[in-house]
Structure formats: C-alpha cells, structure tokens
C-alpha cells in the first residue's frame, strides 16, 4: 500500500538525521564493591583509590578491578594496557571488562541473575590486549561502572594506563541547570537532574527508551 513512499520516507529521515556529538570521559576513580542490604539491590561502590593512581595498581591473574566514571554514559568505553614489566615478554594479556548501570550487574552471577531478562547480556566481552593498542568496545553502551577480570597475564602482573570514554548524544555534553535547590524543593531537583541526564543519554540517532 506504501511501497511507493518507502522512498521518499527514507529520503526525509537521513536529510532529519542529527548530528551526533561525541566528547571523551575520564574516569572518575578505582572502587570496590561493598555488600549493603541497605542499598539499591543490596550492593554499593566505595572509593578504592584516586583515578591517577589507576595506572600504579599492578594486576594479577585472577584478579579484579573495578572503576567508576562517575555518572551515567551512553558510548564506547576505551583501555590500555601494560605489562607491569616492561621487558616481560611472551605472556598473553586477556581480559574479560564487563560495564554495568549500578553496582548489582557487577557484582551478581549472571546465571543468578532474578529478573526476568536473560542475565547473558551480563557476562561481559573477554579481550586479548596489546600493550600499546587501545581496547574498545565495538558499539556502544549504556554505564557508569566497569568491571576488569584479569584472565591471561605476564607472572610480573598487567596494568591499566589508560582509561576513559567517548560519550555520545544528540543533544550534546552540556546539560540545562536543574531545578534551583530551595528548602524541601531539593529532592524535585534531584529528580529533575536524573531526568535531564537520561534524557541526553536517550537522545541518539532516534529517541531511545533505554540506550
């Protein structure tokens, strides 16, 4: 019935099509999970150590990292590693990072995962990593935490140098000021933050309920 306007629909839709805006993140520190029955799904992120300090912390087999950017992000997260030992040579560097919304995506089993949705989405992306050679992801994600399991590594250790993120949205970096925080208003402040901040981060090539 509308194959002959197929055309001239696709036609509108790439000459509508927003420009997509892309600015670098950088991690906003090292930290590590705390079971809290208090918290939101019973789990919370405490500061572990300062974001400069990230590249000091050497790793080994078997070992976990986890890192914070801060705030929610919609993009492709990027990584460097190293060999602790610069002149340890034939031992494979293989990762698994896993990227999660809130701290329970990190901290709980995928196959114990309860909600309804396959929890295999939770497992995460292994990674053989090249000193030198960043490692990204190749789409993009929705995050605010990060999860480093070291698999394959040198005896001396690895490290991670380098982290951060290529955030992305159509409607650009800069968010509009919030509410203004007066008295028992501060909460609908909270609110409207949270809201503009996922607003942006739904605002791709279309509007995404849940980038």
Sequence with gaps: ?????????????????????????????V???????????????????????LPLRTLFVGE????????????????????????????????RIRLGEV?????????????RLDGTWMTGDEFDATPGTPVRFAERRAFQFVRIDVLEAPPEGIRVIA???????????QLPEPLPATGDDRLLRTIDEVGLRTLRNCMQGVFEDGP
């Design 163 to 173: 982290c951060s993120a290529i955030a992305q949205s159509s409607a650009g970096a």
């Design 64 to 95: 976990t990292l986890f890192l914070d950017f801060g705030e929610h992000l919609v993009g492709e997260p990027e990584f460097e590693f190293a060999r602790a030992v610069a002149s340890s040579t034939g031992s494979m560097i293989r990762v």
């Design 103 to 115: 701290p329970a995506e990190l901290c709980e089993s995928p196959s114990d995962y309860p909600e």
């Design 31 to 53: 930290v590590r999970p705390v079971a809290d029955a208090t918290a939101f799904q019973g789990w919370r992120m405490d500061a572990d150590a300062r974001a400069e300090d």
């Design 1 to 29: 019935m509308y194959s002959d306007r197929r055309e001239s629909w696709l036609s509108k839709v790439e000459q509508l099509a927003p420009v997509i805006s892309t600015w670098r993140v950088p991690i906003a520190g």
